[in-house]
Structures are given as C-alpha cells and as structure tokens.
C-alpha cells in the first residue's frame, strides 16, 4: 500500500512539473490561433474564442518562413550525422583501441568543454573567412570571403564536439570485451568491427547525441548572426529575431513563426526517443 502511494505520489509530481514546463509551448500555440483582438484582451484569455490560421498565411508570405526553415532543416540535419558519424568514430578509438597518450588526448579535448563559445567565436569566424580556395580565397586563404555566408560556414561548429566524443566513448565502454576479442580473432580490421558489430549495436546512444547534435543546432543563434550576410542565408532562429525587430506589434505572426520553429526539434524526439529510451545492449551478447 506504500509502495502504491509512493507511485502515485511520483506520478503527480511529474505530471505537475511537466505541466508547469510546457505551459509556455502551449500558450504560444493557443496565441498563434486567437485573432488579435484576442491576443491583448483583458482579462486575458487562454483558450481562443475564434480560431485563425491567417497568423500562419502571415508568417509566410511576410516573413519568409519557408525559407528560413528550409535553411535550418538542411544545417541541422547534415551537422547531426556529420557529427554522430566523427564522434562515433572517436568514441569507439578512445574506448577500445590502445594508442600512445590516450588518456591524455582525452582529457585534452574534454578540457574543451570549459571554454566558453564567445571566446573561441573569433578564431573560429577567421578559419571559416580564411578557408583557402573557397569564396574567392587563393590557396593561402586571402582575398574572399571563404566560407561566410554558406551552408558549410554554419556547419563547420558542429561537425565535431568534445560531448559527443565523450557521450560515445562512454558509451562503447560498456559493450562486452567479448565481442571485440571475438571480431578481432576472426580476423576483422578495426573499421570492420565498427561498422559491422559495435555501430549497429550504438542505436541509443547515436539516437542520444542526435538528439542533443539536432536542438544545439537548430536552436543556435549567435553563429549565424556572425557569418550570415544575406537575407536568403538566414536560419530560422535568426530570422525570427529580424522579425522581431521588424514587427513588434504584430505578436500572432510572431506567434505562429515560434510554433512552426518548435515542430522539427519534437519530431527529432519523437522519431529517436524509442531508441533513446531503449537498453538493448544485451542482443550483442546473443
């Protein structure tokens, strides 16, 4: 009976605090769908009376939505499996290959992980302006503007990252040594045992740190604020701050856009969770 009490008790909890977390999403959709004599009415009112989707057809023809979403989906998507496909290889060498120094690479790049973005934000703006033979650079990286202001520019940040490599490190540390020991008396080379017995078995932790790789991506502002020079170029975070700025008064536009920036980082969840959620780490031992 205390036991049954104490579920419950539990149960009430997290249904109170994952309603106080996403009140706020929810609001902003209920917003996006009041007219605007709705929007500032007094006392104000959650639910809408009548319900618009015209905020929506607003956001796209005079905000350019689709474009902005466009320009997001295809950064995020292409840094999230660049990035779980070189962190996953560097997991898997920290934690099951022997090399000089390994710890101590380790702890290098881990160290990474204190350095506040805003100081590496220079260094990293000069290598994406100085790339050599793009955007007008010599093999020397002078005289154009390399890789500003392009798809690759705000790839470069997360292509790689010191969490990645060590979430997949961790994480390939757990497999049993026995299916490594096997693989490797069978005669198979290291990349064939990654690809073809450790990688397939990774679902959760790829699905983990896709996760993690998509929202860091979709959701960075100040990268893109940096490097992006034209209007066509804009990320959705970005844009939404231009619109922002453009249309303070105009909130169910701004509403609707918001909305429409929240869906692709909840289907990223939804489409991994069940591999997130999942520990099938047994299935290597059968």
Known sequence: MRR??????????VILVVSFMGFPFFWMF???LKPNSELFSWPPRIFPKTITYQHYLDAVSMFKVGRYFLNSVIVAVFSMLINVFFCSLAGYAFACLDFPHKNLLLTLILATMIVPVQITLIPTFLLVKNFPLFGGNDIFGRGGSGLLNTYTG???PHIMTAFGVFMMRQFYSQFPKELLEAARIDGASEFVIFFRVFFPLS???LSALA???????WNDFLWPLVIIRTDKMRTLQLGLEVFKGRYVNDWGPLMA?????AIPVILVFILFQRQFMSMGLTSGMK
Do not use: C, H, M, W
Request: charged share 10%; net charge positive; glycine share 4%.
């Open 154 to 156: 705000l790839i470069i």
């Open 257 to 261: 856009a918001t909305t429409i920036s």
């Open 203 to 205: 679902k959760p932790g």
């Open 4 to 13: 049954k009490s104490s579920s419950l008790l539990f149960v009430a909890v």
């Open 30 to 32: 209920l917003s996006s």
């Open 211 to 217: 996760i993690f790789t998509f929202t860091e991506t």
